[in-house]
């Protein structure tokens, strides 16, 4: 079957249907950087933050959906763009179901980032650069991942023999170098309620 013959249909229950039920808008929250930055910890910090204020939220981390949704893929220049691709598309859908989604992918290069953007409406994606310096990064290690990159065990890896392209732009930058992981939450909180998201 090819493409032409698959059709699109319009829920009954739309989008500004599920954010006026929820008492809040909707929107990506998308933190890019170094593997070890703190993005994932700040992502569950923030969900949780929201959930306690009864704002619908959902964490999509690289780990989780590798697990899963991106469970096939690997770890080449084209599988990254893959994963970030299906990423964006999943971040989509919990936008249009009236949540926030915080997603926590290193996501490395920004075309792959500018593509996601594109998939949404103005006002809906955010870019936020979680900045670590990497030897900061590589001191934290949570994983041991810098130390088998190091050690040739892993290739490809962010930061070390695969390059990272911090955004230029980025809506909002955390440097989480001298910042609790409960003021970067707090920081984002900030963020969303002056864009009238929350």
């Not at 950087?33 to 700040?42: A, N, P």
């Not at 992502?43 to 780990?63: C, F």
């Not at 994606?125 to 590589?138: A, K, W």
């Not at 980025?170 to 900030?190: C, F, G, K, M, W």
């Amino acid at each position: 079957m090819t493409r032409k013959h698959i059709v699109w249909h319009p829920s009954a229950v739309n989008k500004k249907d599920r954010q006026k039920l929820n008492n809040h808008k909707s929107c990506a929250l998308w933190f890019t950087g170094f593997s070890g930055s703190g993005k994932s910890t700040i992502a569950n910090e923030l969900d949780t933050q929201l959930h306690t204020m009864g704002i619908r939220s959902y964490v999509l981390d690289g780990d989780n959906i590798r697990h899963g949704l991106n469970k096939g893929l690997g770890f080449t220049a084209e599988d990254r763009i893959e994963n970030i691709r299906r990423v964006g598309e999943a971040a989509k859908l919990f936008v249009d179901s009236g949540q926030i989604v915080i997603t926590a992918f290193i996501s490395p290069f920004r075309e792959d980032r500018q593509r996601v953007r594109q998939l949404f409406e103005e006002g809906e994606f955010f870019e936020v650069y979680i900045d670590c310096p990497l030897d900061i990064c590589e001191e934290r290690d949570p994983k041991g991942l810098y130390r088998k990159a190091r050690n040739g065990e892993i290739r490809d890896f962010t930061g070390i023999d695969s390059p990272y392209e911090p955004p230029v732009n980025p809506d909002l930058t955390i440097q989480t170098e001298n910042r609790t992981v409960t003021e970067s939450a707090s920081l984002l909180i900030r963020y969303l309620e002056e864009k009238g998201i929350i």
